[in-house]
């Protein structure tokens, strides 16, 4: 897989104990769920709020979006943003999603703000 | 200080994320609720007299393992509560891991009678089973991703009781159901490579397809099938040659494909085919079967269908991508959707990456230029660059207009010259197809132009840039459409010397439905595989072509728009137009698989697939309605040929039939007065019309107060955030007060 999120999936489905991020069969079934397109728009941002919290805090603080951020522009020199392109990015997303102004996106929040893109269930998406 | 940092990490909102007890208890109270229907639980079930937002979660610091058991056995005993459907559509819906949804079915299972001997965790027919029941919904949705082929699906054996093993085969009929799909794999492969946004033109064209079905259906069943069965006595057809599937004519022209072939009387009358009919010793026929208004209602049916259909695909795409509140801008809400994973390649996803990293920038530079305000002469000057191509553009439209309309005149006055002349056959036929080939070569050229001017124009918004693009586009194909509709139906320069100016338009439309597809198939070599051939030997630059989306979009909507105009005057286009996208979808493929590269623009795919139906169904269907409404109610029939010969409109054919209806049997005298009253007043309309209105000002005035109340909301949120960064620091100061 080419998947920059791919770390992310195998930790967040892995239920082994020894936390080398193994997957058994049934975690398997649950990725595939997960991301089939008959998953309600609820199941799909719970896990995508999980795989885009890189330090598992339980929010998505500014550290978390530039990370994300940076796994979605790639891992090349010439494609990554500027610092201040970074921090206005990150700034004006906190603007719109964070309602309780505590800068950082809990759950609710983030499945706030998906919800109002129409696209978001249709890219995340696997198809067999 | 970290003991309050320990105590932060366990807030609920930022625990319920991970915690299977805090997931069970949100669910615990959304089953109550479902069950009860209020949104508060009443005071006596609450364990905990603390503030309304902590009474449903539960601390992760207490070390008691029970109270996971506990809210687990609440939990369950809610879900017995409910109704199946409503207990299998929570327990899909709950974000637990499959070996927790596995536990909680058991206990629902065991709760609720006897446990039956299959359920044994040993059996691994039972186990399998299970786990898909768990996992994929039985719903029957439609269209279902490939099938979990689940490895360990042994043989099952026949003693286990009827409702599992009845689930059973419907889950593995399910998971045939994608091999029975078609294109599964083609369209897999499309998405993988070059994501959402070219996927959706290959969905829309199968979309076209499936509305062309439809009228196909009803036309072959009712109209074609039987006219075949009864063949007209007429002259003998003229031999086949190759020309008749281009220019529609020749063999074609006194075939089931045009107008012209069809009768006018009740096809199964025996008397019919006698000259004097009156005089007639045999008996009506049992079942008579009407051709005219079988080809009328037909037509009239498959209409209604088909607007049906899209108008609820329309008020289904809408109402996926409108969202009420969105005041703010969506820049969240595209980062987050941002990434597709359905790309799995390696370069596509590279691919993927840079094209993510220029939209956020081309977004941020889009925001920063718009913060900063122009000064007065900029902004004059940009105005006037936007006037100058918007009247180029309008005066491109009305020069090909005026040209299609001298080209059509002038091809009229030469057909005639060669008719006079007596030239041969062929030139006959040739001339007909040279208005068609002049459209369609101006359809496909136009949009380069609009491309570059485009260019020229330099408009700030890339989205902007593809409306306007689109807009251009669609307002010239409309309206050479137009002029052509007024043309055929007016019948002073095209068709005027035939005596079957029916069949002689539905051979015009066959001719225009030809030519397009292969100045499609010439575009597609040309502006793909000879372009890319020209980028990479002469000019040595690695870039393919780009799959430009929006011109093949509407070239399909012209190619539909042609088929509802002529589903009248030729009965079999739709099958036409169905081989069409057919081979129009392997020849897209192949070429995009060899020849391009994924879009550059920032594109959102299911906003813009709600455009394309709106086109499809605004200009689209509603013009083709409008003529064929106008072709029926209004314009005289031709006299020697067709199912309406004689008489003076289409319409009558149906109100003459009401009214043999009335004189033979007074009984259904309401249809007759049905009939006058609700379709020929215009009453009807001006009440449905305020209906209409009625309910669209409700509407808005719903959607108002949802605004306020969202806004009214979101402060109340931004307050209790307020509160909770205050308490966080109240604690903070505690702690280290504490320490020291």
């Given amino acids: ?79 990554r943003l500027s610092n201040a392109e970074m921090e206005q990015l990150i700034q004006n997303i906190l603007e719109e999603s964070d309602i309780d102004k505590d800068g950082a996106i809990n759950l609710s929040e983030f499945q706030h703000v998906v919800s109002r893109s129409p696209d978001f269930t249709s890219s995340f998406k696997i198809v067999l | 200080s970290s003991a309050s940092l320990r105590i932060l ?110 359920r044994a965790p040993s059996s691994p027919c039972g186990w399998s089973k299970d786990n898909i029941a768990l996992v994929r919904p039985g719903r029957g949705s439609a269209r279902q991703p490939g099938g979990l082929r689940c490895r360990l699906r042994p ?26 799909q078609p294109w599964h794999y083609a369209l897999k492969q499309i998405g993988g490579r070059f994501g959402s946004s070219v996927l959706s033109y290959f969905l829309f064209l199968k979309t076209l397809l499936m509305f062309n079905i439809v009228p196909l259906l009803i036309l072959l069943v009712f109209v074609v099938a039987l006219q075949a069965a009864y063949p007209p006595a007429s002259a003998s057809p003229r031999p086949f040659t190759g020309l008749e599937l281009l220019t529609g004519a020749g063999y074609f022209t006194h075939s089931l494909l045009y107008y012209g072939y069809y009768s006018n009387a009740t096809l199964n009358d025996p008397c019919a085919s006698s000259p004097n009919s009156s005089a007639c010793p045999l008996a009506a026929p049992p079942l008579p079967y009407n051709m005219p208004l079988a080809y009328v209602f037909s037509v009239g049916v498959s209409f209604l269908i088909t607007c049906v259909l899209l108008v609820y695909s329309m008020s289904r795409s809408f109402g996926e991508s409108y969202r009420v509140g969105s005041s703010t801008g969506d820049l969240a809400a595209r980062v987050f959707s941002a990434w597709d994973f359905k790309v799995i390649q390696r370069r596509s996803v590279k691919l993927q990456s840079e094209n993510i990293c220029t939209q956020l920038k081309e977004l941020l530079a889009e925001q920063r230029s718009r913060s900063r305000s122009l000064s007065l002469c900029q902004r004059l000057g940009h105005c006037a660059v936007l006037l100058l191509a918007w009247a180029l553009a309008l005066g491109t439209v009305l020069g090909c207009v005026l040209a299609v309309r001298y080209l059509s005149e002038h091809m009229h006055a030469v057909q005639q010259g060669h008719r006079a002349r007596g030239s041969g056959q062929r030139w006959q036929e040739a001339v007909p197809l040279v208005l068609p080939l002049v459209v369609s070569l101006l359809n496909a050229l136009m949009p ?22 689109i807009c251009r586009n669609l307002l010239l194909k409309m309206v050479v459409l137009g002029l052509l509709c007024y043309q055929w139906l007016s019948r002073r320069v095209v068709c005027s010397a035939e005596e079957c100016w029916e069949t002689c338009v539905g051979q015009d439309l066959y001719r225009f439905m030809v030519m397009d597809f292969i100045f499609t198939l010439l575009d597609t070599f040309f502006g793909e595989l000879v372009w890319r051939l020209i980028l990479e030997k002469r000019l040595k630059r690695k870039q393919r072509p780009e799959f430009d989306i929006a011109r093949n979009v509407l070239q399909l ?101 009401v009214q043999v209806l009335e004189r033979s049997n007074p009984n259904i005298g309401w249809l007759a007065w049905a009939h006058q009253h609700l379709l020929q007043d215009t009453f009807l309309l001006f009440l449905v019309s305020g209906v209409l209105l009625a309910v669209t000002y409700f509407n808005v005035q719903v959607v108002r107060g949802q605004r306020r109340i969202i806004r009214l909301l979101k402060e109340q949120i931004a307050n209790e955030g307020e509160d909770k960064i205050f308490l966080i620091q109240k604690l903070h100061a505690v702690y280290e007060q504490r320490e020291r």
Avoid at chain 1, 22 to 35: G, I
Avoid at chain 2, 643 to 654: A, H, N, Q, V
């Fill in chain 2, 448 to 469: 380069h132009l609009y491309n570059l001017l485009a260019l020229w124009e330099r408009q700030d918004s890339p989205v902007a840039r593809l409306y306007v693009a």
């Fill in chain 2, 557 to 657: 909507i012209y190619g539909q728009t042609l088929t509802w105009l002529g589903v009248l005057f030729a009965p079999l286009l739709p099958a036409v137009q169905m081989l069409k996208l057919l081979l129009l979808f392997y020849i897209k493929k192949t070429s995009l698989m060899q020849n391009c590269r994924s879009p550059s623009k920032p594109w959102q795919a299911s906003h813009m697939s709600t455009v394309f139906v709106t086109l499809l169904c605004f200009p689209s269907f509603l013009g083709a309605a409008v003529f064929l409404s106008y072709t029926i109610w209004s314009v005289r029939p031709s006299d020697t040929c067709g199912p309406f010969r004689g008489l003076e409109t289409i319409y009558k054919s149906g109100k003459t039939w």
């Fill in chain 2, 9 to 118: 990490a366990s807030m609920p909102s930022r625990t319920i994320g991970r915690s299977r007890g805090a997931i069970i208890s949100q669910y615990y109270n959304r089953t109550a609720r479902l069950r009860r229907r209020s949104s508060r639980p009443p005071l006596q079930h609450l364990c905990r007299t603390a503030r309304p937002s902590l009474r449903q979660y539960d601390l992760e610091t207490d070390p008691a393992r029970a109270t996971l058991e506990d809210k687990r056995s609440l939990l369950v005993k809610e879900l017995l509560s409910l109704s199946p459907g409503q207990r299998s559509h929570m327990l899909l819906t709950v974000p637990l891991s499959l070996a927790e949804k596995r536990a909680l079915r058991q206990e629902l299972s065991g709760q609720r009678g006897p446990p039956r001997q299959h």
């Fill in chain 2, 155 to 180: 043989r099952c054996s026949p003693h286990v009781p009827s409702p599992q093993s009845c689930r059973g085969l419907w889950y593995r009929l399910l998971s045939l159901l994608p091999a029975a």
């Fill in chain 1, 1 to 79: 897989q080419a998947n920059p999120f791919q770390h992310r999936i195998c930790r967040v489905f892995s239920t082994s104990d020894d936390g080398d991020d193994s997957m058994s069969f049934e975690d398997f079934l649950d990725m595939l769920s997960v991301f089939s397109e008959s998953a309600t728009s609820d199941i799909k941002s719970h896990y995508a709020f999980r795989i885009f919290d890189f330090d598992d805090d339980g929010t998505l603080d500014r550290k978390d979006l530039e990370k994300l951020v940076n796994c979605l522009t790639g891992q090349g020199e010439e494609s």
